[in-house]
């Protein structure tokens, strides 16, 4: 086995920074204890890994799903009372263009455009694409937060703390098909961890994950996007939308441009793995 990696997400840059100056660091609960600031506080710095594929490895079909954006299913709200539907729309999409210009990816995305989408019409896109991993995008929220108002009179939630990716995937499968997506999950996550991203911690999740390694959750909701595939498929929380730190630095294109070139990484790293 390879190296791992991966990431991302995104909303509007100009309208966040103002959060990001506004918090005064040392009074943030992830601040570091040796006043070093971490992700994802202004200072930090991520490092996108370089992509090296061997020369037999072909042109692989990656199928990319923006999470949500079925009928009836717009998923959560950001602090600025966003749809998570359409951050995920807009990272399905520039990670599609990235891995495509890479020229090592073919890519079917799992959405359309504004068009709703339902999942079980992915699931048969998905089986009729040849593709052979999976890679399906959302942003999260987190209990804690309280009421603001972005606007006046518009109400969301803000959550000061509780930052960091997931990487999601269900290990109820046997044989090649569990190597695959343990593989994919933690070679995601590494590679994120080594870019700079802060896995969550996860003290949410008691009972609907549990910890692998870390930022590595198995699904126990038997989530379908995860449970159906015959091929190995991941979910990434790319960050926790409802916090503005975080979601500043996603709007900066270095974080999602770090984010994409990792998942690029850990797409070749687990198709070059050893299983
Ligand atoms: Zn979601």
Redesign the pocket.
Known sequence: MQRLNTVLVCLTALALAPFAQAQNPAQSPDFAHNNTPIWPLSGTVLTAPELQAPEDFGKPVIFVNA??GAPRNS??LSLFCTW?MDH?LRVQDELAEHLEQTGLFTVVRGRHSEHRTSYASRLESLAASSAVLMVEL???VREGGTLWEPTPGVECVRNLGKTGFSVLFNDSATGALLEGRTTLARAVSAGLRDAGFRPYHGSDYEGAYQADIPGVWRDRRGLMMLRRPEIPSVII?THNHQNPDEVARWAEPATRQAFYATVATALVSTLTADN
């Open positions: 999470g949500h998923g959560s998570e995920n959302h942003a999260d929380e």
